[in-house]
């Protein structure tokens, strides 16, 4: 089992910045891969980025490269991900999930509770 805990989120005005976190604990040796996902009401879980410490890369959606960043401490068991110029169409609930690969949702075993992002124009 694995369990992650996300923090950081806020309200902050188009433009503006924000640094999540997400702690694990629990079996995190064998779940080296970690993601990032939003969710926005009435839409679907979509994915955010990624970070994999045993083959050593990042990814990220198209709809957020080049404003947020994706890194990861193996000591503290925490990755974040920093948020850099936020548009309204940010707002959502943000996700961090283990357990898994790929940007499916349904790839991922363990998921954290979210934490909300919600970027005023």
């Known amino acids: 089992q694995v369990r992650l805990v996300e923090s950081g989120g806020g309200l902050v005005q188009a433009g503006g910045s924000l640094r999540l976190s997400c702690e694990a604990s629990g079996r995190t040796s064998d779940n080296s891969h970690r993601a990032w996902f939003r969710q926005a009401p009435g839409e679907a879980r979509e994915f955010v980025a990624a970070i994999s410490w045993s083959g050593g890369y990042t990814a990220y959606a198209d709809a957020i490269k080049g404003r947020f960043t994706v890194s990861g401490d193996v000591a503290k068991n925490t990755i974040w991900l920093q948020l850099n110029n936020l548009k309204p169409e940010d707002t959502a609930v943000y996700y961090c999930?283990?357990?898994?690969?790929?940007?499916?949702?349904?790839?991922?075993?363990?998921w954290g509770q979210g934490t909300q992002v919600t970027v005023s124009s």
């Open positions: 999930a283990t357990g898994g690969v790929g940007a499916s949702p349904r790839g991922y075993e363990y």
